[in-house]
């Protein structure tokens, strides 16, 4: 049924249609709304034989999450940017212990300086965690493939976050088609776990291993991990055939097989970017746009597949590794380094900053000119960036720059003191 409604509520009320046995939550920007409408659905008993709990922190929520999956319970949180660094500890022992819970991550920047807006900085920061990590374009994506999540994760006993673009998508408010409860029941079916403590049957988890057998441990991560690139296709599969659209996979070709141009991306810009593709192919350039859905596991191979006639890659991203450059750049690199194709990463949308069409313009348009470097951070006001390297060089006790920044910026009234 269609409805105009928030991300967050709808996000919400889809992990409820996945009955859900355990919630513990903890609030913070901008994914505070999904598990405020949990506890309304819980406790108005819409969300039935579900324990939510209120915890007292994030690595609270990961910790009871651990437990409460061990136990045998379907179990679900939420969380953002620093609220994700907090649980850190607990997440890499959540997918070292393969259990398969599934969390939301609402994006955002990670500071300092402090910023609550949008970028991909918190999710690349697990990028290494084990857990599968899973990326949506638009409302109706963060939908379905929470659904998918589920049924992921418990085919596999593996963790899997589902990033969703913070207020981009958490707050935007949209139609979007709500599936029904018999629909999902019929796709997910009830939980089964792989491994389950029980009073009856004592064992213990979460053991210590030594050099041995570490390796075959770890290994053995790394190859569900890539058993999970046919699950994900395979699922997406049968979500389309009950539900009637595509929303899952590994990833999405807007007419990157015949492109000579091709953008890679993944998150909610890829809804300016079809618009602006659209556009250009009308009149007569060659440029397509290949969104990943899935970052953990990486889709290699389905990259490499989709781009049998590219010439060039703009590989566009939210994050970056300081001191190294684009974190999905370098994945890519690696990806089709057969292939001898020249690739620019562009960096852009940081903390939140706007990606407008015409800004993405006049990168296509370098592109296609030759002018266009190999590492790009979109609309960075190098007169700024000059002036704060200026003023370190001359003046030692010369403060924090974000604070400069925003001094010269007329932001803040502030003067420096000595």
Same mark, same amino acid.
């Given at each position: ?82 609220? /994700? ?72 006993? /593996? ?141 290699? /191979? ?38 001898? /194709?020249?690739?620019?990463s562009v960096i852009g949308g940081l903390g ?17 000119n030759g002018t266009l470097a190999a590492e ?43």
């Amino acid at each position: 049924m269609l409805h105009q409604i928030s991300g967050s509520i709808a996000v919400a009320k889809a992990i409820a249609l996945c009955r859900p046995q355990v919630i513990p939550c903890y609030p913070i920007t901008p994914q505070t709304h999904i598990v405020e409408h949990l506890s309304t659905l819980v406790k108005s008993g819409q969300l039935q034989n579900c324990a939510y709990e209120n915890v007292d922190s994030e690595f609270s929520s990961m910790s009871f999450c651990i437990g409460a999956s061990a136990a045998g319970a379907r179990t679900y949180t939420a969380t953002a940017s620093q609220g /994700l660094l907090y649980m850190m500890e607990a997440v890499y022992n959540a997918s070292g212990l393969a259990l398969p819970i599934v969390m939301t991550l609402g994006n955002r920047s990670i500071g300092a300086p402090i910023n609550i807006w949008n970028d991909h900085s918190d999710a690349m920061s697990a990028r290494d965690a084990g857990w599968i990590q899973l990326f949506v374009e638009s409302n109706q994506q963060a939908v379905d493939v929470h659904i998918q999540a589920f049924k992921l994760a418990e085919a596999l006993s /593996l963790p899997v976050m589902v990033n969703m673009d913070g207020f981009i998508l958490t707050h935007a408010i949209t139609r979007v088609d709500m599936p029904d409860q018999q629909q999902v029941d019929e796709f997910l079916p009830p939980f089964v776990p792989r491994q389950q403590l029980d009073t009856a049957a004592p064992l213990s988890i979460g053991a210590m291993v030594g050099p041995d057998a570490f390796t075959e441990v770890r290994y053995l991560a790394h190859h569900k991990q890539k058993e999970a690139l046919s699950i994900i296709e395979q699922q997406a599969e049968e979500f389309a055939e009950i539900f009637g659209r595509d929303s899952g996979g590994l990833v999405k070709s807007y007419d990157a097989e015949e492109a000579e141009l091709v953008i890679v991306t993944m998150g909610s810009v890829v809804g300016t970017l079809q618009e602006l593709v659209a556009e250009l192919r009308a009149q007569g350039q060659s440029v397509g746009i290949l969104s990943l859905r899935s970052f953990r596991p990486f889709p290699a /191979l389905a990259i490499c597949r989709l781009l049998q006639n590219a010439k060039q890659l703009i590989v566009f991203e939210k994050s970056f590794a300081v001191g190294m450059g684009g974190i999905l750049a370098s994945e890519v690199h690696m990806a089709v380094q057969s292939h001898k /194709l020249q690739i620019h990463s562009v960096i852009g949308g940081l903390g939140g900053r706007t990606i407008s069409k015409k800004s993405l313009h006049r990168m296509i348009e370098q592109a296609f000119n030759g002018t266009l470097a190999a590492e790009v951070f979109l609309d960075l006001d190098e007169a700024t960036v000059e002036a704060e390297l200026q003023r370190q060089q001359d003046d030692q006790t010369s403060g924090p720059a974000a604070e400069n920044i925003l001094r010269d910026m007329g932001v803040v009234s502030a003067s420096k003191t000595h």
